[in-house]
């Protein structure tokens, strides 16, 4: 065993030896797990927003048939027969406005909400960093504004900012476990809606956040809340919040499967790099490897150093790119927003890590065939080829 | 200087088949794919260029500049506009003055899943505003009708190919059914992502008391005109904006996801020159002592370095062609539906030439670097290579 | 007296390999007449094969002076070097160095790209180098087709097409067997002897010295021996 471990910087040795195609490879494997490193931070963020965990408990009360906020107009007196609803907890109307409906990455959503509900509307566990709700309180355009939202645009507490068409006043940052509400910024309900149109909105707001007595019960409760406007004139659509992000950010969550193709592709890119430069290593060390039988090397000794030199490139080349990676997007603070619904591209070191331990993982088996096929050659073979 | 023969190259591409299929493939791929992300770039951009016409002003809510979406117009604000504002055109006694509501809502094919989308509820004179726009099939909709007009890029996602296959076809719109009267054309524009019904019916559908903007050509007016009118008429609480200029910020707002889509195309791209690039080196590093060869015979380092650079630049031209080919044929017009519109992919001049361009990088890059490798090497010791 | 084809006055030529510095040709004091027939042997390391490749042109001294001709070879600059090789010297290797995408006849036509010359002219120097070395029924063939023996032969026309004042031969039978490497010395002897070239080789076998006219021992970078054959 210790035989083989003090192969190992012999290896290293091999490697650094060449550094034009060492270096070309582990530049290639960089960038091809730079780019699986991204995808999967992207389907991440799609997963945490759209897939209901066991502990939620928000319904999202909409328009039936509508998605982009503009166009959801529900009567704010609604909220009343909700709360009676049987299992409904609490209910906080809300209106959404955002800068565009349309997908991008620098899209603001403002949410406003009655000055008592602010508590309410946000996600246990939140916590205000910077600034406080009473300050908050204090003033008709105030905003309490997302940490991820407030680090894009480099706003702090006490700054005056702009968005669309709205000029609010930055009275508070908030941290939140909550994609939505790390992405927001929550201001009061009659100011959005004057901000909307002059005059108010006349009583509509976009949507009622609901919470629930009981998680399980999320669905009973849904339904009971459509029944009780099926026949009115504006009927709703009530779903989990996760489900309802999934169905308003249709687009981010298909440009998200479809970067998945390309993060598979990128595995593939990587192995075969991998493959193609111990193959082109091979036929140059083929008098080496004769030379070093005849020393007294053995065939799995040498097909072990072989398994050593791919897994040492992955190795590298995935530190490399899945680190880079994960650093642009801590440092980045991507978000995808559309129809007022943000989808965070958001990683955590594990994702590096595994990202690495992949390519380790891809080095290994691309030297496992040439590895067999040393391991196997007679030393007049070798000199044969010579 | 004198070069060796272009048949040594020729020839030399020949030595080994499989590695040539290899770059010959390789160039393909990443031509292939530049080509597309560049389409879909330039499709994406095209569409927003060519929407909107010098002569053509919006009013819109005030605030709604980046979505007109968004905008909330009183319904009188076009009579008063024709009425007040000297200067627009008119044919037939027709003002070029359309109030148009733009309704972002989910279209569905009866049973089917819904596809976000916009719908303009337009009157006539949305035809002599925007005049850019045609109907290529069918007839324009009527009022009181529920009829759609679909923009061919609509119809052709739908699978209509051709979009006149799309006559007559039953969608729901919040539950209501309309039917496809006719199909529009317009030079490639925004409207060909669209569908356009009557003002009256979509306003009814969609329970709105409100348009989105009222869009105005003007002739001897200037576009100061309509700006004065706006500022002046602050009851209406509207903004002036030259259509050019709304398209312009769109198309500014789509610009981070064209540089992902690029970007991620660039990072495929490196990639791949850099897995070739290993593969070329060592093609060239078992010619060392034929390059010390050919400079004992006295041709220069240069010449060689030449010789090598055609070789790779053929392999690269090869594969460039090819996928230039298969772009041009398979890729254009390819329906894209994204974010509440359709365009379609656009192959043309400047995509080709892109991908002509990253063609004759891929050969020369692929050559140069690893031919200065072998060529650095001083002649003696270049004979002795293999030893 | 005539002045010596090849002078060579304190010739050095100095390496650095890491910390240490060799020095396979030190100070070497040599003159070769016209048409001369030269066997360089020496032990490995004595700098027979940098000799050579000075001559040739393909190294530079590090000191001293090397004339061939009126050419003061040690103060070309790379790209003169090129093009007075091109017309001057011919080089055989001993494993040939054919160019393998180019057949028999384009192998040996291939220095000539370099001179201004007609294609008929090309092709009658061509023609009558492979005539020479008696190789034109296998013109159209590719080294991979040929014998070693043949290999050589396409590798000494294409040497003597451009009819170089200097013909000079790395081991150019060491890959051979007996019978095929004195048909190859034959053919050399008599490129010397009917057509005048002078020939400088180097060689490790002492049986091909005796087709040499000259025979010259270098050991550590100097000249240790110089002897006349007896005819």
């Given at each position: 065993?210790?035989?083989?471990?003090?192969?190992?910087?012999?290896?290293?040795?091999?490697?650094?030896?060449?550094?034009?195609?060492?270096?070309?490879?582990?530049?290639g494997?960089?960038?091809?797990?730079?780019?699986?490193?991204?995808?999967?931070s992207?389907?991440?963020?799609?997963?945490?927003?759209?897939?209901?965990g066991?502990?939620?408990?928000?319904?999202?009360?909409?328009?039936?048939?509508?998605?982009?906020?503009?166009?959801?107009?529900?009567?704010?007196?609604?909220?009343?027969?909700?709360?009676?609803?049987?299992?409904?907890?609490?209910?906080?109307?809300?209106?959404?406005?955002?800068?565009?409906c349309?997908?991008?990455?620098?899209?603001v959503?403002?949410?406003?909400?009655?000055?008592?509900?602010?508590?309410?509307?946000?996600?246990?566990?939140?916590?205000?960093?910077?600034?406080?709700?009473?300050?908050?309180?204090?003033?008709g355009?105030?905003?309490?504004?997302?940490?991820?939202?407030?680090?894009?645009?480099?706003?702090?507490?006490?700054?005056?900012?702009?968005?669309?068409g709205?000029?609010?006043?930055?009275?508070?940052?908030?941290?939140?476990?909550?994609m939505?509400?790390?992405?927001?910024?929550?201001?009061h309900?009659?100011?959005?809606?004057?901000?909307?149109?002059?005059?108010?909105?006349?009583?509509?707001?976009t949507?009622?956040?609901?919470?629930?007595?009981?998680?399980?019960?999320?669905?009973?409760?849904?339904?009971?809340?459509?029944?009780?406007?099926?026949?009115?004139?504006?009927?709703?659509?009530?779903?989990?919040?996760?489900?309802?992000?999934?169905?308003?950010?249709?687009?981010?969550?298909g440009?998200?499967?479809?970067?998945?193709?390309?993060?598979?592709?990128?595995?593939?890119?990587?192995?075969?790099?991998?493959?193609?430069?111990?193959?082109l290593?091979?036929?140059?060390?083929?008098?080496?490897?004769?030379?070093?039988?005849?020393?007294?090397?053995?065939?799995?000794?040498?097909g072990?150093?072989?398994?050593?030199?791919?897994?040492m490139?992955?190795?590298?080349?995935?530190?490399?790119?899945?680190?880079?990676?994960?650093?642009?997007?801590?440092?980045?603070?991507?978000?995808?927003?559309?129809?007022?619904?943000?989808?965070?591209?958001?990683?955590?070191?594990?994702?590096?890590?595994?990202?690495?331990?992949?390519?380790?993982?891809?080095?290994?088996?691309?030297?496992?065939?040439?590895?067999?096929?040393?391991?196997?050659?007679?030393?007049?073979?070798?000199?044969?080829a010579? | 200087?004198?070069?060796?023969?272009?048949?040594?190259?020729?020839?030399?591409?020949?030595?080994?088949?499989?590695?040539?299929?290899?770059?010959v493939?390789?160039s393909?791929?990443?031509?292939?794919?530049?080509?597309?992300?560049?389409?879909?770039?330039?499709?994406?951009?095209?569409?927003?260029?060519?929407?909107?016409?010098?002569?053509?002003?919006?009013?819109?809510?005030s605030?709604?500049?980046?979505?007109?979406?968004?905008?909330?117009?009183?319904?009188?604000t076009?009579?008063?506009?024709?009425?007040?504002?000297?200067?627009?055109?008119?044919?037939?006694?027709?003002d070029?003055?359309?109030?148009?509501?733009?309704?972002?809502?989910?279209?569905?094919?009866?049973?089917e899943?819904?596809?976000?989308?916009?719908?303009?509820?337009?009157?006539?004179?949305?035809?002599?505003?925007?005049?850019?726009?045609?109907?290529i099939?069918?007839?324009?909709?009527?009022?009181?009708?529920?009829?759609?007009?679909?923009?061919?890029l609509?119809?052709?996602?739908?699978?209509?190919?051709?979009?006149?296959?799309?006559?007559?076809?039953?969608?729901?719109?919040?539950?209501?059914?309309?039917?496809?009267?006719?199909?529009?054309?317009?030079?490639?524009?925004?409207a060909?992502?669209?569908?356009?019904?009557?003002?009256?019916?979509?306003?009814?559908?969609?329970?709105?008391?409100?348009?989105?903007?009222?869009?105005?050509?003007?002739?001897?007016?200037?576009?100061a005109?309509?700006?004065?009118?706006?500022a002046?008429?602050?009851?209406l609480e509207?903004?002036?904006?030259?259509?050019?200029?709304?398209?312009?910020?769109l198309?500014?707002?789509?610009?981070?996801?064209?540089?992902?889509?690029?970007?991620?195309a660039?990072?495929?791209?490196?990639?791949?020159?850099?897995?070739?690039?290993?593969?070329?080196?060592?093609?060239?590093?078992?010619?060392?002592r034929?390059?010390?060869?050919l400079?004992?015979?006295?041709?220069s380092?240069?010449?060689?370095?030449?010789?090598?650079?055609?070789?790779?630049?053929?392999a690269?031209?090869?594969?460039?062609?090819?996928?230039?080919?298969?772009?041009?044929?398979?890729?254009?017009?390819?329906v894209?539906?994204?974010?509440m519109?359709?365009?379609?992919?656009?192959?043309?001049?400047?995509?080709?030439?892109?991908?002509?361009?990253?063609?004759?990088?891929?050969?020369?890059?692929?050559?140069?670097?690893?031919?200065?490798?072998?060529?650095?090497?001083?002649?003696?010791?270049?004979?002795?290579?293999?030893? | 007296?005539?002045?010596?084809?090849?002078?060579?006055?304190?010739?050095?030529?100095?390496?650095?390999?890491?910390?240490?510095?060799?020095?396979?040709?030190?100070?070497?004091?040599?003159?070769?007449?016209?048409?001369?027939?030269?066997?360089?042997?020496?032990?490995?390391?004595?700098?027979?094969?940098?000799?050579?490749?000075?001559?040739?042109?393909?190294?530079?001294?590090?000191?001293?002076?090397?004339?061939?001709?009126?050419?003061?070879?040690?103060?070309?600059?790379?790209?003169?070097?090129?093009?007075?090789?091109?017309?001057?010297?011919?080089?055989?290797?001993?494993?040939?160095?054919?160019?393998?995408?180019?057949?028999?006849?384009?192998?040996?036509?291939?220095?000539?790209?370099?001179?201004?010359?007609?294609?008929?002219?090309?092709?009658?120097?061509?023609?009558?180098?492979?005539?020479?070395?008696?190789?034109?029924?296998?013109?159209?063939?590719?080294?991979?087709?040929?014998?070693?023996?043949?290999?050589?032969?396409?590798?000494?026309?294409?040497?003597?097409?451009?009819e170089?004042?200097?013909l000079?031969?790395?081991?150019?039978?060491?890959d051979?067997?007996?019978?095929?490497?004195?048909?190859?010395?034959?053919?050399?002897?008599r490129?010397?002897?009917d057509?005048?070239?002078?020939?400088?080789?180097?060689?490790?076998?002492?049986?091909?010295?005796?087709?040499?006219?000259?025979?010259?021992?270098?050991?550590?970078g100097?000249?240790?021996?110089?002897?006349?054959?007896?005819?």
């Amino acid at each position: 065993m210790s035989r083989l471990l003090r192969l190992i910087p012999v290896v290293f040795r091999t490697l650094r030896r060449s550094p034009i195609r060492s270096g070309l490879t582990i530049t290639g494997i960089a960038m091809a797990m730079y780019l699986f490193t991204g995808v999967e931070s992207m389907r991440n963020g799609v997963r945490d927003a759209t897939e209901a965990g066991a502990g939620d408990s928000m319904l999202v009360v909409y328009r039936e048939n509508r998605y982009c906020p503009f166009t959801s107009r529900l009567p704010e007196w609604y909220v009343d027969r909700i709360e009676r609803i049987d299992g409904v907890k609490a209910a906080v109307p809300m209106q959404i406005l955002v800068s565009n409906c349309r997908a991008s990455l620098d899209v603001v959503t403002f949410r406003g909400v009655p000055e008592d509900a602010l508590g309410a509307s946000l996600s246990p566990g939140t916590e205000i960093t910077s600034g406080s709700i009473s300050d908050w309180k204090q003033r008709g355009d105030a905003a309490i504004v997302g940490e991820a939202l407030a680090a894009r645009r480099g706003i702090r507490v006490g700054d005056r900012f702009n968005a669309a068409g709205v000029a609010v006043y930055v009275a508070g940052i908030l941290e939140s476990s909550e994609m939505q509400d790390r992405n927001s910024a929550w201001v009061h309900l009659p100011f959005l809606q004057e901000a909307l149109r002059r005059g108010g909105t006349g009583g509509f707001v976009t949507q009622f956040n609901v919470v629930v007595d009981d998680p399980a019960r999320m669905d009973e409760v849904a339904l009971s809340i459509d029944q009780a406007f099926a026949h009115d004139e504006r009927p709703t659509a009530t779903r989990p919040e996760k489900a309802f992000i999934g169905r308003a950010a249709r687009d981010i969550v298909g440009i998200a499967n479809f970067a998945g193709i390309l993060g598979w592709g990128a595995l593939v890119a990587v192995f075969a790099l991998i493959a193609n430069a111990i193959m082109l290593a091979m036929r140059d060390r083929i008098r080496d490897h004769a030379i070093m039988q005849t020393l007294g090397w053995t065939g799995p000794l040498i097909g072990w150093m072989v398994l050593v030199e791919g897994a040492m490139l992955g190795l590298f080349g995935g530190i490399l790119g899945a680190f880079g990676s994960w650093l642009t997007i801590q440092y980045g603070r991507f978000a995808m927003t559309m129809e007022g619904a943000s989808i965070e591209i958001s990683t955590s070191a594990w994702t590096a890590i595994i990202g690495t331990g992949l390519a380790l993982a891809l080095g290994i088996l691309a030297g496992v065939a040439p590895a067999l096929r040393l391991s196997r050659r007679s030393i007049a073979s070798s000199f044969g080829a010579v | 200087m004198r070069i060796l023969p272009f048949e040594y190259a020729v020839r030399n591409l020949g030595r080994s088949p499989a590695r040539l299929l290899l770059t010959v493939g390789g160039s393909a791929l990443v031509v292939l794919l530049v080509l597309t992300a560049t389409g879909f770039v330039n499709g994406m951009q095209a569409a927003f260029v060519t929407s909107g016409r010098d002569a053509n002003i919006i009013l819109m809510g005030s605030g709604s500049e980046e979505s007109i979406e968004r905008s909330e117009v009183s319904m009188r604000t076009s009579g008063i506009v024709a009425a007040s504002v000297p200067g627009l055109i008119k044919r037939a006694g027709i003002d070029a003055v359309s109030p148009e509501a733009h309704v972002a809502i989910p279209i569905k094919g009866i049973g089917e899943e819904g596809t976000m989308s916009v719908i303009r509820g337009v009157e006539p004179a949305a035809f002599l505003v925007h005049d850019e726009v045609r109907v290529i099939a069918g007839r324009p909709p009527r009022s009181g009708g529920n009829e759609l007009l679909l923009g061919r890029l609509v119809a052709r996602g739908m699978g209509f190919n051709p979009p006149e296959q799309s006559l007559g076809t039953k969608l729901e719109i919040d539950e209501e059914p309309y039917e496809v009267v006719g199909v529009l054309e317009a030079g490639g524009g925004v409207a060909e992502g669209e569908l356009w019904t009557s003002l009256t019916d979509l306003m009814a559908t969609s329970q709105r008391d409100s348009i989105s903007c009222v869009v105005v050509s003007i002739d001897d007016a200037e576009p100061a005109d309509i700006e004065a009118f706006a500022a002046t008429r602050l009851d209406l609480e509207l903004i002036a904006m030259p259509e050019v200029d709304y398209y312009a910020k769109l198309s500014a707002f789509f610009r981070p996801i064209a540089l992902m889509v690029l970007v991620t195309a660039a990072l495929i791209a490196i990639g791949a020159v850099l897995g070739g690039l290993n593969t070329t080196y060592a093609a060239f590093a078992s010619r060392v002592r034929e390059i010390g060869t050919l400079q004992t015979l006295g041709y220069s380092r240069q010449a060689i370095a030449l010789s090598l650079v055609q070789e790779s630049l053929l392999a690269a031209a090869i594969g460039t062609l090819i996928a230039c080919g298969l772009g041009a044929w398979l890729l254009d017009e390819v329906v894209v539906q994204f974010s509440m519109g359709a365009f379609g992919l656009r192959i043309d001049a400047t995509v080709i030439a892109w991908g002509l361009g990253t063609g004759l990088v891929l050969g020369v890059i692929g050559a140069i670097l690893p031919a200065w490798r072998c060529l650095r090497l001083p002649i003696a010791e270049s004979l002795k290579a293999g030893e | 007296m005539s002045t010596p084809f090849i002078q060579c006055r304190d010739l050095t030529r100095t390496y650095t390999r890491g910390t240490e510095r060799i020095t396979p040709l030190d100070k070497l004091d040599l003159d070769i007449d016209r048409g001369r027939f030269v066997a360089l042997m020496g032990p490995s390391g004595s700098g027979k094969t940098t000799l050579l490749n000075l001559l040739a042109g393909i190294d530079s001294p590090t000191g001293g002076e090397l004339h061939v001709g009126d050419t003061p070879v040690h103060s070309l600059s790379r790209g003169r070097l090129a093009a007075w090789r091109a017309d001057h010297v011919g080089y055989i290797f001993q494993l040939y160095n054919l160019v393998p995408v180019l057949n028999a006849y384009e192998n040996v036509e291939l220095p000539l790209l370099l001179q201004s010359i007609s294609r008929q002219e090309r092709h009658r120097r061509v023609s009558n180098a492979m005539e020479a070395v008696g190789i034109t029924d296998r013109h159209k063939h590719y080294p991979r087709q040929l014998s070693g023996g043949q290999e050589q032969r396409v590798a000494i026309a294409r040497a003597i097409v451009t009819e170089p004042d200097l013909l000079l031969c790395d081991e150019p039978t060491g890959d051979l067997d007996r019978e095929t490497a004195t048909s190859i010395m034959n053919l050399l002897q008599r490129l010397n002897r009917d057509e005048g070239r002078t020939i400088v080789m180097v060689t490790h076998d002492p049986a091909t010295t005796r087709w040499a006219d000259t025979l010259l021992h270098l050991e550590k970078g100097r000249l240790l021996e110089h002897e006349e054959a007896t005819t």
